[in-house]
């Protein structure tokens, strides 16, 4: 283990003197998808907000004709600095020059470095004179197949007796998109996961999504038939797709609601099905009136008078085995409603309402911690939301009621005190009977519900190669949750520190610890709550010094411990190199890691790069070995292949996984093929 550990820091220290880090944006969607990992969120697909980043990269937003709806599609830019901009060009008038955003309030060197790629100042064409043609034409279409495999065979492929995968091993996705830019789009998705069928009478294609998209025509500024994604406010009322929550950056606690979205992820679960329109009226007035109707994957049960009742959804999407296609599409979901706002670039007031209908009853354990949950058929929400920019202080909120069930509110306000350093304040407040399909706010539990929290935050910029970011948060769970039979509080901490001298040149530490409390191990005598922790230390190094080369390099430290008993240590080390030239043909990564966690809980999250869209939040947990390598091959100008081989080797075991997963020997690898058209 010495031996193994030694070699990595070699590599380690070889890293930092020789070779080069990735683009900052790379490094963003990074950062993003470990921050989504680490808050349980393993299985969100980014593709789309990806895809967005590559349109705005063909497209920049022209920052002198935008809106406040554009700037929030930058995930980089707090709601502060969005509010910060618009104030400036009404005080000083269109911006001459990209420099110009140096001057404007929250607006550091590292904020627009970042946005650079996606902006301009010149006049944007609003195809005012469409023709038929150029539907064609000028439209942007993209057909891409992906193909992915693990080699070993798993347990639930063999010929088993009882439980196993119905179908084959291989993961396929092929999807079409059309998009004339600002006019309309539609797109298609197939998917089958590994163990699922295709083909089969019952079964043709196990996931199929698709819409149709029609923009600024008219008073019509949207209007999506098909599958799409409504976020409002922060999230308590009305939110479908992921959310960021807490993170490095301080100001994701502030969600950046987008509200009506053509749906285009591979998630199976995060979205509306049927149709949906964003009216714009006089005075600044926007109306969203939406109706879905959705067959939900359940596992139904039969009470005493041989009705069929549920106690909760199935979000995974996987139909794999014989109990996992009885589930599929059993519950009828119903959810039909409206939002109505008042939109300007400094202030977002909106009221929404709309009721779910289930064919199914939800039912509740009265003794467990669900004791609280929805149960019936019918469940209507209505919910209040505002944001508004007051001189260098941005104030959102959101208050919610559920019914039948209780009220939920979220209060918070950030302000730059100076250039160098910003606050965030966040006050949350979800009763315990709280009911709600659609809530992404922030919190610790996964619902938004029975908890109480106070979140503050500062981002401090003491010299232009310097950023620290700081956040606490505390919260209380009245009433008993999943593990906890009882009240419960905790806390969470993140301190980091950035030291970014050249662009060529970043080093990051992280430091981040969490307290909760959780019902002892069955071992433990004494039943009262145990406390556990969870803190880990990270050290981040990139850096960049050829134009084709470049290289990552990490060092994660972790403890777990729950009571006196318990208590783990682990660590991750890996190296990555990128070879990435400007117009070869040929570009890729590869990443060597040695890890040492002794069990699930004291797991690390690391991103890992993959083929275009895919998503890569590896947890690592055990002792041994990663290892990947993606290629890309650039066939001719419209045509991309990717390619990527991934390996796992744990030296001391002889099995990996468990349950129908499960492999026999100390290695577990999988390969990836990506071919991309665009025309």
């Known amino acids: 283990m010495m031996s193994y550990s030694l070699f990595f820091c070699m590599i380690l220290l070889l890293g930092y003197a020789s070779i080069p880090a990735r683009a900052q944006e790379e490094e963003q969607m990074t950062q993003l998808r470990e921050n989504l990992a680490e808050n349980g969120k393993e299985e969100e697909d980014l593709s789309a907000f990806e895809e967005q980043l590559d349109f705005f990269r063909k497209h920049p937003i022209d920052l002198n004709h935008t809106n406040a709806e554009e700037l929030k599609k930058l995930f980089w830019l707090s709601p502060l600095q969005i509010s910060?901009?618009?104030?400036?060009?009404?005080?000083?008038?269109?911006?001459?020059?990209?420099?110009?955003?140096?001057?404007?309030?929250?607006?550091?060197?590292?904020?627009?470095?970042?946005?650079?790629?996606?902006?301009?100042?010149?006049?944007?064409n609003r195809f005012t004179s469409l023709k038929f043609k150029d539907l064609y034409l000028q439209a942007e279409?993209?057909?891409?197949?992906?193909?992915?495999?693990?080699?070993?065979?798993?347990?639930?492929?063999?010929?088993?007796?009882?439980?196993?995968?119905?179908?084959?091993?291989?993961?396929?996705?092929?999807?079409?998109?059309?998009?004339?830019?600002?006019i309309g789009a539609f797109s298609l998705l197939m998917k089958k996961d590994a163990g699922e069928t295709i083909g089969t009478k019952q079964v043709p294609i196990d996931f199929v999504s698709g819409n149709f998209a029609l923009f600024n025509y008219r008073s019509i500024q949207k209007l999506v038939i098909g599958d799409y994604t409504l976020q409002f406010g922060q999230g308590l009322t009305l939110w479908s797709g992921y959310s960021l929550g807490k993170g490095p950056d301080?100001?994701?606690?502030?969600?950046?609601?987008?509200?009506?979205?053509?749906?285009?992820?591979?998630?199976?679960?995060?979205?509306?099905?049927?149709?949906?329109?964003?009216?714009?009226?006089?005075?600044?007035?926007?109306?969203?009136?939406?109706?879905?109707?959705?067959?939900?994957?359940?596992?139904?049960?039969?009470?005493?008078?041989?009705?069929?009742?549920?106690?909760?959804?199935?979000?995974?999407?996987?139909?794999?085995n014989a109990a996992e296609i009885r589930n599929r599409k059993r519950l009828g979901q119903e959810v039909y409603g409206a939002t109505l706002q008042y939109l300007s670039n400094s202030i977002n007031i909106g009221i929404s309402s709309y009721q779910t209908h289930f064919d199914q009853t939800f039912t509740r354990d009265s003794g467990s911690y669900k004791k609280y949950s929805f149960e019936g058929r019918k469940l209507s929400s209505i919910g209040f939301h505002y944001n508004i920019a007051f001189q260098n202080i941005y104030f959102y909120g959101e208050l919610a009621k559920s019914f039948p069930g209780g009220w939920a509110g979220i209060q918070g306000a950030m302000t730059n005190l100076s250039k160098s350093v910003s606050l965030v304040l966040l006050y949350r407040k979800y009763d315990k009977d709280y009911a709600n399909f659609f809530s992404q706010a922030v919190g610790e539990n996964t619902t938004s519900s029975n908890e109480k929290g106070l979140y503050f935050g500062i981002n401090y910029l003491p010299h232009p190669h310097w950023k620290f970011a700081l956040y606490l948060d505390y919260f209380k769970f009245p009433e008993k949750k999943y593990r906890v039979d009882t009240a419960s509080a905790g806390y969470e901490t993140l301190a980091q520190l950035v030291y970014t001298p050249t662009k060529q040149f970043k080093l990051t530490a992280r430091f981040k610890t969490e307290r909760k409390q959780q019902n002892p191990a069955a071992a433990n005598r004494v039943r009262s709550l145990e406390k556990l922790w969870n803190t880990s230390f990270r050290l981040d190094g990139h850096w960049k010094f050829h134009k084709k080369l470049s290289t990552s390099q990490r060092i994660e430290l972790i403890q777990y411990q729950k009571g006196k008993l318990l208590k783990e240590f682990g660590y991750l080390i890996y190296q990555d190199l990128y070879y990435t030239p400007m117009r070869a043909k040929i570009s890729g990564n590869i990443r060597l890691a040695y890890f040492n966690t002794p069990s699930y809980q004291s797991r690390i999250y690391a991103y890992e790069a993959d083929v275009l869209h895919g998503s890569g939040s590896g947890g690592y947990y055990g002792q041994g070995i990663r290892s990947f390598l993606n290629l890309r091959y650039r066939l001719w100008r419209k045509l991309d292949l990717w390619s990527r081989y991934d390996l796992y080797y744990y030296p001391h075991q002889q099995v990996i996984s468990s349950g129908l997963d499960e492999i026999n020997g100390n290695i577990k690898s999988a390969v990836k093929l990506l071919i991309r058209l665009q025309f």
Not at 257 to 280: H, V
């Open 84 to 124: 910060s901009f618009f104030e400036h060009l009404l005080v000083n008038g269109k911006l001459l020059d990209l420099l110009e955003l140096q001057s404007i309030s929250g607006f550091d060197l590292i904020t627009i470095d970042k946005i650079l790629p996606f902006v301009t100042l010149h006049p944007v």
């Open 250 to 320: 301080v100001t994701s606690v502030a969600s950046k609601d987008l509200g009506l979205k053509p749906y285009t992820s591979s998630n199976e679960s995060t979205f509306f099905r049927g149709i949906a329109s964003t009216l714009k009226f006089p005075e600044n007035l926007y109306f969203t009136p939406f109706y879905s109707f959705r067959k939900r994957d359940a596992s139904l049960k039969t009470d005493r008078n041989g009705q069929y009742t549920l106690t909760s959804i199935s979000e995974s999407g996987l139909h794999r």
């Open 141 to 182: 279409q993209q057909i891409l197949f992906r193909y992915g495999r693990t080699l070993e065979r798993q347990k639930g492929f063999r010929d088993l007796p009882g439980s196993r995968y119905r179908g084959s091993a291989d993961k396929l996705l092929l999807s079409y998109k059309y998009q004339y830019p600002k």
